[in-house]
Nanobody, 122 residues
Framework: QVRLVESGGGLVQAGGSLRLSCAASGSSFRLNVMGWYRQAPGKQRELVAR???????NYIDSVKGRFTISRDNAENTVYLQMNSLTPEDTAVYSC????????????????WGQGTQVTVSS
């Protein structure tokens, strides 16, 4: 059974930075895409960033230039470096993974993490 465990959330002032980590365990096969979703109260869930096993990345417009997603394939771990945070980035951030490269882009989520709260104060 694949398990995704996130860490790194917390409270930060606007303009600050946080780094989220997500470690996948129990996988005997490659997770071909990993990514981060977020959901703020009263808002729809959105796929913030995703990265394939080959390193291809994709971001939503609102975080381009501020967030960087990376992964360690050997460790099945994905990171999200978040810089220049604003209160609009406040949300629960959840790690997700898919067995196929196109999974998250097609909103097919094979595995979910438990979520970590990110709060940005003004």
């Amino acid at each position: 059974q694949v398990r995704l465990v996130e860490s790194g959330g917390g409270l930060v002032q606007a303009g600050g930075s946080l780094r989220l980590s997500c470690a996948a365990s129990g996988s005997s096969f490659r997770l071909n895409v990993m990514g981060w979703y977020r959901q703020a109260p009263g808002k729809q869930r959105e796929l913030v960033a995703r990265i394939t096993g080959g390193g291809t990345t994709n971001y939503i417009d609102s975080v381009k230039g501020r967030f960087t997603i990376s992964r360690d394939n050997a460790e099945n771990t994905v990171y999200l470096q978040m810089n220049s945070l604003t209160p609009e980035d406040t949300a629960v951030y959840s790690c997700a993974a898919g067995r196929t490269v196109s999974a998250l882009a097609r909103d097919i989520i094979d595995y979910w993490g438990q979520g970590t709260q990110v709060t940005v104060s003004s």
